[in-house]
């Protein structure tokens, strides 16, 4: 096995000698923009690691791991258009550089090549792999639209949202590490035992997202912290405040989420005081918890040797405590 280092070199290698077309600039600039922006690149990663740990061709297993990269910045480039985001891993959006329009056609073109990379793999498990991935394309499509909902509901419950980031993050994460496994020759059994622990793997990643996005370092962090607060968005920590507020800090949370003129200076940090208040970052950081334990136990079904178990082991553990 490789250090989690390496095999993020390894995708990110294969990311810069992608070849885009010289024409038309107007379509392939943005793609390659985005994709020079860097990111954790933890999707194609566990892709590798998948593969290695299982005793695979970790080389067969790179331009799939590339796809699915390529796949998972198309979802940002049109997310980032619809939550109209400014700045993404500290640099100007595609839409904001550029425009909605060429941030909508670039997407899809990196659809369209996120699918030719993933289908580059033995012929005999192509069916498994193309059902894989287009499985869990629509399931993300489902969490977004879940998330679209969200916004105009003010009774969303925190198992609701839990299936949301399920459907619209984790699923990926579960992908990414089936699809290793199924490149090296995992049983079915092996690779369902990994892809569950890339589920709750995923679950804890957003959950700790969510926490950043209120405590984190901006510099660290690449986006601008408060960013959820300031668009009222449906997060663990504000669907927990409004089942928790009462009384004056009711009063309070509600002005704020009513206030479409507040300013950030002023609203990031009351909502921010208010969540510590009512206890919202601890019970955050308790499901994080969860989740954590639950993707260790989920990995211990994978029956891995003992040096790949121990990898898997490092990188569920460290998200705990990340900063970024």
Same mark, same amino acid.
């Given at each position: 096995?490789?250090?989690?280092?390496?095999?993020? &070199?390894?995708?990110?290698?294969?990311? %810069?000698?992608?070849?885009? !077309?010289?024409?038309?600039?107007?379509?392939?600039? !943005?793609?390659?923009?985005? @994709?020079?922006?860097?990111?954790?690149?933890?999707?194609?990663?566990? +892709?590798?690691?998948?593969?290695?740990?299982?005793?695979?061709?970790?080389?067969?297993?790179?331009?799939?791991? =590339?796809?699915?990269?390529?796949?998972?910045? /198309?979802?940002?480039?049109?997310?980032?258009? @619809?939550?109209?985001?400014?700045?993404?891993?500290?640099? !100007?959006?595609? *839409?904001?550089?550029?425009?909605? %329009?060429?941030?909508?056609?670039?997407?899809?073109?990196?659809?369209?090549?996120?699918?030719?990379?993933?289908?580059? =793999?033995?012929?005999?498990?192509?069916?498994?792999?193309?059902?894989? /991935? *287009?499985?869990?394309?629509?399931?993300?499509?489902?969490?977004?639209?879940?998330?679209?909902?969200?916004? =105009?509901?003010?009774?969303?419950?925190? %198992?609701?949202?839990?299936?949301?980031?399920?459907?619209?993050?984790?699923?990926?994460?579960?992908?990414?590490?089936?699809?290793?496994?199924?490149?090296?020759?995992?049983?079915?059994?092996?690779?369902?035992?990994?892809?569950? @622990?890339?589920?709750? $793997?995923?679950?804890?990643?957003?959950?700790?997202?969510?926490?950043?996005?209120?405590?984190?370092?901006?510099?660290? /962090?690449?986006?601008?912290?408060?960013?959820?607060?300031?668009?009222?968005?449906?997060?663990?920590?504000?669907?927990?405040?409004?089942?928790?507020?009462?009384?004056?800090?009711?009063?309070?949370?509600?002005?704020?989420?009513?206030?479409?003129?507040?300013?950030?200076?002023? &609203? +990031?940090?009351?909502?921010?005081? $208010?969540?510590?208040?009512?206890? =919202?970052?601890?019970?955050?950081?308790?499901?994080?918890?969860?989740?954590?334990?639950?993707?260790?136990?989920?990995?211990?079904?994978?029956?891995? !040797?003992?040096?790949?178990?121990?990898?898997?082991?490092? /990188?569920?553990?460290?998200?705990?405590?990340?900063?970024?």
């Amino acid at each position: 096995m490789l250090t989690l280092e390496e095999y993020i &070199k390894m995708a990110n290698d294969e990311i %810069n000698a992608i070849a885009y !077309p010289s024409a038309p600039s107007g379509l392939y600039s !943005p793609i390659a923009y985005t @994709m020079q922006l860097g990111g954790k690149r933890l999707r194609p990663a566990l +892709v590798l690691m998948a593969c290695d740990a299982f005793g695979g061709n970790v080389e067969r297993a790179l331009r799939p791991a =590339v796809g699915l990269e390529l796949f998972h910045n /198309f979802t940002l480039l049109h997310d980032d258009v @619809m939550d109209n985001a400014d700045v993404r891993r500290g640099m !100007p959006t595609v *839409h904001k550089r550029w425009n909605a %329009n060429t941030a909508i056609l670039s997407g899809d073109a990196m659809l369209s090549m996120s699918a030719q990379y993933i289908g580059q =793999v033995d012929p005999n498990i192509l069916p498994r792999v193309n059902e894989l /991935f *287009h499985r869990t394309a629509m399931e993300i499509y489902e969490g977004q639209q879940y998330d679209m909902d969200f916004e =105009v509901r003010n009774n969303v419950t925190i %198992n609701e949202y839990i299936e949301m980031i399920r459907l619209k993050t984790s699923v990926l994460i579960g992908c990414a590490c089936k699809l290793g496994a199924i490149i090296a020759g995992a049983s079915a059994e092996k690779a369902q035992a990994l892809y569950d @622990m890339g589920l709750s $793997l995923g679950l804890a990643f957003q959950l700790q997202d969510d926490v950043l996005d209120v405590w984190g370092d901006e510099a660290s /962090f690449g986006k601008e912290i408060g960013g959820d607060i300031m668009n009222n968005k449906k997060t663990y920590l504000l669907i927990g405040a409004m089942q928790r507020a009462q009384g004056d800090d009711a009063i309070e949370l509600r002005r704020w989420l009513n206030d479409s003129y507040a300013i950030r200076d002023k &609203k +990031v940090p009351a909502v921010r005081a $208010l969540y510590e208040r009512l206890g =919202v970052r601890q019970a955050a950081n308790a499901a994080i918890e969860h989740y954590n334990a639950l993707a260790l136990e989920s990995l211990s079904k994978a029956d891995l !040797p003992k040096e790949a178990h121990s990898a898997f082991e490092r /990188f569920i553990n460290g998200l705990v405590g990340r900063v970024k």
